[in-house]
């Protein structure tokens, strides 16, 4: 079964600056997707940004990239010129890319605090 | 265009009383995920349906838990009787295409906040 590992429970960064957080999984699969969820207070789970496991380039989306080590089974994301709107719960996703079997496991999550 | 509805928004029970939540899909969305969030720990999938049907249900408590989604479109998530352990979030998911999809995005409803008392 797939695991996915976050190993920082609470991140902290000054408004504008950069920060990154970190994620590893654990899988015996070559064909899959890795995805960062934004959980703000009011619960909703919002989609940051996807990786597609083939692909070598790493994914972007404005202020957000990510660092895909697919060797190292790794996947961290960086936030750029980090905003007090980034203060969230950030939660690390797999997803097999196996035909129907489409859940997502999730990590345990990293509580962003945002400093003015 | 409208998101993932879920109701209640909050739900307050004693142990043992049963309690139901409701989810409405984005238009046009046949799969549907609901996922259950202890709180400190990421979401867990508790029952995925394609269209009416049901896809995974491993992880369902099924001595206690039922789940539907009748015509395809609405879904109800059902636990009868409740454990104290139950308390957590609910949150209902949808995605556009089905099992043959492989890079559709799941959409995520603002959940359920359960406390069984």
Not at chain 1, 62 to 77: E, T, Y
Request: glycine content about 6%; overall charge positive.
């Amino acid at each position: 079964a797939q695991t996915v590992t976050q190993s920082q429970p609470e991140m902290s960064v000054q408004e504008a600056e950069t920060v990154t957080l970190s994620c590893t999984y654990d899988t015996s699969e070559s064909d899959y997707y890795l995805f960062w969820y934004k959980q703000p207070p009011s619960r909703q789970m919002i989609l940051v940004i996807r990786q597609e496991a083939y692909k070598q380039q790493n994914a972007t989306e404005n202020r957000f990239s990510v660092n895909f080590q697919k060797a190292a089974k790794s996947f961290s994301l960086k936030i750029s010129d980090s905003q007090l709107g980034d203060a969230a719960m950030y939660f690390c996703a797999y997803r097999s890319g196996f035909q129907g079997a489409q859940k997502l496991v999730f990590g345990q999550g990293t509580r962003l605090t945002i400093n003015p | 265009e409208a998101g993932v509805a879920q109701s209640p928004r909050y739900k307050i029970i004693e142990k043992r009383q049963s309690v139901a939540f409701w989810c409405n899909p984005i238009s046009g969305h046949a799969t549907l995920y609901w996922y259950q969030q202890i709180l400190g720990q990421g979401p867990k999938l508790l029952i995925q349906f394609q269209n009416n049907g049901v896809v995974d249900d491993s992880q369902l408590p099924k001595d206690r838990f039922s789940a539907e989604r009748l015509k395809g479109v609405d879904s109800t998530l059902k636990i009868q009787p409740a454990k104290l352990e139950d308390s957590a979030v609910y949150l209902c998911a949808s995605s556009l295409v089905g099992r043959l999809a492989r890079a559709d995005t799941q959409y995520f409803g603002p959940g359920t906040r359960l406390t069984v008392l």
